[in-house]
């Protein structure tokens, strides 16, 4: 059993060390062309679905905690009629960090996988933890997912009231602060915040 197994193993290294032996070099470079081709929109087809709120809410988890939140803040419904979905707010728009954010979200599946957070009760318990680590991940790509909508150069600080245009046109001009920094809690519920300066 062994040895035929070896023996298919050699086989198969032989065809892949020396394949000019057997398929013609043209017929390699279309294969692997088309092999990449299917590949890469495999993949993206892939990425693209996973990048969608249906797919963000499919867990009982999200649906029945963050999405239930959301439906009531602005960001779900508004005079404009301009809906933000998940992805709008929890992924980069651009590819490689799209990627990045991607691989940061298997932990994510390791916590549905392993229930860390399939109760309500659980999910408060880590609403803190969970909201920080996003928090943190704003700060530091400078509210980009923010950005992406609410274009800094375009505000008319006429139509603010008073406070949001004297901040937006000071702490956030000078690059001091970023969007999460004053608006935590915009879509979901605060988690307890005890013990934190400002709140």
Not at 32 to 48: D, K, M, P, S, Y
């Amino acid at each position: 059993m062994l040895a035929k197994l070896f023996a298919k193993l050699k086989l198969i290294w032989r065809v892949v060390n020396r394949p000019s032996v057997h398929y013609s070099l043209g017929f390699l470079t279309l294969g692997g062309f088309v092999a990449g081709v299917i590949f890469w929109g495999g993949f993206n087809t892939v990425l693209e679905a996973t990048n969608q709120e249906q797919f963000c809410i499919g867990c009982h988890e999200m649906e029945n905690n963050v999405y239930q939140e959301l439906q009531s803040t602005i960001h779900f419904t508004n005079r404009s009629g301009v809906r933000a979905t998940c992805p709008d707010c929890h992924v980069p728009h651009n590819w490689t960090d799209k990627i990045a954010r991607k691989m940061q979200a298997s932990k994510e599946v390791w916590g549905k996988v392993f229930g860390t957070i399939n109760t309500r009760e659980k999910f408060e318990a880590k609403r803190r933890e969970l909201a920080e680590h996003e928090w943190d991940r704003l700060k530091a790509n400078d509210s980009l997912e923010c950005r992406n909508c609410h274009n800094f150069d375009y505000m008319d600080f006429t139509r603010q009231s008073q406070r949001a245009a004297q901040m937006h046109s000071t702490s956030l001009a000078s690059g001091e602060k970023t969007c999460i920094d004053c608006h935590k809690g915009i879509a979901h519920q605060l988690p307890d915040m005890a013990g934190v300066e400002g709140f």
